[in-house]
């Protein structure tokens, strides 16, 4: 048998925190999901993220409309707080 060599894992680097307490709210797995993206986009100094509901759904391998149902569902519990953006083209 071949084994790869365990190679010590760096604390900071390709992690992103998430709370514990997330599997014990009785939360759906999709909530889970979208809440777990927007942790791994998060900026760690302003607390802040950005993606759009398209790009949460493409990554995930779900519909705009899911993401957009599970975002609601997280406000609604107060584990996000999302706010208005406006996308402007040039003409």
């Known amino acids: 048998m071949n084994y790869k060599q365990y190679h010590k894992r760096d604390a900071i680097k390709n992690y992103f925190p998430l ?3 997330i599997f014990c709210l009785g939360l759906f797995t999709g909530e889970i999901a979208v809440y777990a993206y927007l942790m791994y986009c ?3 100094k302003t607390f802040q ?3 759009s509901f398209r790009t ?3 990554t995930l391998k779900i519909s705009r409309n899911t993401v ?3 975002v609601k569902r997280l406000e609604e519990k107060q ?3 999302t ?3 406006k996308t402007q083209t040039a003409k």
């Open 19 to 21: 709370p514990n307490e």
């Open 42 to 44: 998060e900026d760690r």
């Open 49 to 51: 993220c950005h993606p």
């Open 56 to 58: 949460i759904g493409r």
């Open 68 to 70: 957009s149902k599970y």
């Open 79 to 81: 584990l996000i707080r």
């Open 83 to 85: 706010e208005p953006t």
